[in-house]
């Protein structure tokens, strides 16, 4: 079959997808078109690349001063809109944001470190794009229905770019790549593997939600070809996983669906106290593990050999490039200032082609040489209380709480192996929503008005 087929036959799927989907009981925004949108653009490729208005490839934007024109302009857009939307619901936004306070102060401290970057002009534009990020989440958050609406943004976000990313992969060149090594990989939508593996877990995670969410409330309207829609939408996710090879990616899916399962069982239900000390034992599992000499293990159980494909390496030479130990170089700066040095520590080391990299492939480590130990301080800060409310919410919404609990847990063991934590990864995305809803909920913000939030349904309007 070739290539107009198949685009064809996906365009068609695709309609399907969202007409099986289709659920006039439950009324969102149109606003909520735009972080579909956001992630539709931070989980492919940017416009630019897409368009080919000569932005270059994705590693190449993120290793340059200014990027495209192009994509900046979609992006201010977007924001701006954005904030429109925000100021329309005030009173929703502001007590979220009071709620919120660690993810506040780090954002205020990576403004605040532009500062000392070597290059403001454009740190202080990468970090308008992180508060887009946040932007985002809130207009989800503060959405009518908010439960409606995060379900809404999965099958939106990956009715278009799972099928897609199939397609790319099986029938054109632009789905398929090479790594530095020369070994060919699929990347779908995106430039990388890892980042197709990326955008497929924390999505597929939210068509897992969705899956239990239809098969527990047994009286929702039109299940059964919900249900149709939703199996189809968690198997190209699957599907994914196995092409994109991402061992980091799969790993974290695995550990987020378990925990989605296995919090909502009736051991669990509404036991905060045991959903606390089962989260402390993954945790605590997996943190001893890795201190005791685990890192050799887990990396062959992966498929990455004992240097989790040479992460080791690169480790060493970035923290041998590090500036200032205690607040970094500044915002989102590091690279720009420090690649050269940085490859050049690897070409002693014996790897000879790291002409691309711009990821210390550790979400902890790039917040340390970006931001500092101040700024990996504030990210733990960030995640302690994140779990603290997202346990609390247990007693209000154990459904969504328990994604949320997801989220939390893989995002701080994503960020071991890749950059996690960083502007415009969906895993950052994620996180942030896991936080802010969390603590939203533990807070009773959300109130009666959003059924599931209040412990009843969680998608009737």
Known sequence: MGAPLAFLICSAGVVGLFFLNRDDSVRNSTALWLPVIWLWIVGSRPVSVWFGLGGGDAEG???TVEGSPVDAAVFAALILAGIVVLFSRKSKTSALLK???????????CLVSVAWSPIP????????????????VLIILTDGRPVGALQRLYSRVGFILFPLSVVLIRYTDLGRGYDPGGEPMNIGVTTTKNELGLIVFVISLGALWNVRSLLIHKDERHRGRRLAAQFTFLAFGLALLEMA???TSVACFILGAGLVLVTGLRAFRNRPSRVGMLCLVVILAGGLTMFFGGASYYSSALGRGNGLSGRTDIWAAVIS????????????SFWNANVQKVNRSL??????????LVSAHNGYLEVYVDLGSVGVCLVALILISGYRRAIKAFQYDPELASLMLAYLTTGTFYSITEAGFRMMAPSWTFLLL????ASGIAAGIFGSETPGISGTRSNKA
């Open 61 to 63: 934007l993120a290793s």
């Open 99 to 109: 709620v919120s306070g660690p993810i506040l102060i780090y954002f205020l401290y």
């Open 121 to 136: 002009g454009p740190a202080f534009k990468r970090w308008t794009k992180a508060v887009g990020e946040l932007v985002m």
């Open 245 to 247: 090879h991402s061992a």
């Open 321 to 332: 490039a590090a500036g200032n130990p205690v607040i970094g170089t500044g915002f989102e």
């Open 347 to 356: 070409h002693l080391a014996g790897f000879l082609d790291m002409s691309n």
């Open 434 to 437: 896991a936080v802010v809803s």
